[in-house]
């Protein structure tokens, strides 16, 4: 094992350390301070065996320290996120927020929470002409995780959907299957509904990233979307669009919004978008925005269709519901099936 010193140094000066002179050939140290504390971490760049002593030097020095012994570069580059982005107590936060929102939603209709898969399409686009590229038999959710687990570059996937068809619940469940998995991805959802006093789109991304990394600077935060460890969920995007153009809705008014998100949309990043069918996403100016963008990433467009009664029940209480007379082929709208 042999680390590269120059790839250390940049990689602990993006998370505001610096580097430490350290008296000893192949041995890197790097200091942060937090307060009245005077952090070191000491990284050895090949085995060495007097690593205690060096330990030693910068104690007595007034630093606390670390030896951190690494195989690679992307292994400290894990333990780094791991540790700033507090990614264990953030999944923890995430899913409180997911059993509160589900909560909400049970406490309303007085029945368990249960997400219900219903049919979608594949739309096929400029940057993703084969709607084959996942298997066809993946449920909604599954299709999503696997796009942003992909290490196939930068990702946006636009979700489609009439109003209370939802687009909501898929984006709360795909962060629950993120959390719940084995990688250590920490997602970021903003719900644009809930901020629409801010007149610039791109304030309202940096107020949401503010939000859940307070003591992170947005470039550091940034620098990890495009490394695919934070996927963005964006929920609610025609709200924006609507607060802009109340009559007529228009590309030029989510053009700018686009190329916010664009600009975040390089190494592995992922974003979702979700919104009700917009006249905007039908747009000739939107194909041509897109194909424009083909050779920056991958566009990946979902549309959510009808649910039937089927999706929501079990055979047993559909044969009850036809012996009671119940009109079964007219019930489509989710909000009544859930009722």
């Known amino acids: 094992m042999e680390l590269k010193e120059q790839e250390l140094d940049k990689l602990y000066q993006s998370y505001g350390f610096k580097k430490i002179a350290s008296g000893y050939p192949n041995v890197a140290a790097y200091s942060l301070q937090t307060g009245h504390f005077l952090n070191a971490d000491i990284i050895p760049l090949q085995p060495i065996t007097n690593l205690e002593k060096v330990r030693k030097e910068y104690v007595e020095s007034g630093y606390a320290c670390t030896i951190r012994e690494y195989d690679s570069i992307e292994e400290a580059d894990e333990d780094l996120f791991l540790g700033f982005f507090a990614a264990k107590s953030s999944r923890c936060r995430l899913n409180q927020e997911y059993q509160k929102y589900s909560g909400k ?3 309303k209709i007085n029945l368990p929470y249960e ?3 219903t049919p979608y399409e594949v739309i096929p686009t400029q940057t993703v002409q084969d709607v084959n590229l996942f298997p066809q038999h993946l449920d909604l959710l599954s299709h999503i995780i696997q796009i942003l687990n992909s290490n196939n570059g930068p990702s946006l996937i636009l979700l489609e959907a009439a109003a209370g068809f939802g687009k909501t619940c898929t984006a709360y469940e795909t962060i629950k299957r993120l959390i719940e998995g084995e990688n250590n991805k920490v997602p970021i959802i903003t719900e644009l509904s809930r901020n629409r006093a801010a007149s610039i789109f791109r304030y309202v991304l940096l107020d949401e990233i503010d939000l ?15 490394k695919g460890r934070i996927p963005v969920i964006i929920d609610g995007f025609d709200e924006l669009i609507r607060k802009k153009s109340e009559k007529d809705e228009k590309f030029e008014d989510a053009e700018p919004m686009l190329e916010t998100i664009s600009d975040l949309l390089s190494g592995q990043a992922k974003v979702i978008l979700t919104t009700r069918r917009s006249a ?3 747009d000739d100016e939107f194909y041509n925005w897109v194909e424009a963008q083909s050779e920056k990433f991958q566009l990946f467009r979902f549309t959510i269709h009808n649910p039937t009664i089927r999706d929501w029940l079990p055979a047993n209480r559909l044969e009850q519901l036809k012996n009671a007379n119940i009109p079964l082929n007219q019930l489509s709208n989710p909000v009544l099936l859930s009722y």
């Open 280 to 282: 905007v996403f039908t």
């Open 105 to 107: 939603i049970s406490s």
């Open 115 to 117: 997400y219900i898969p």
């Open 212 to 226: 859940n990394f307070p003591t992170l600077s947005s470039n550091l935060v940034k620098s990890q979307i495009q």
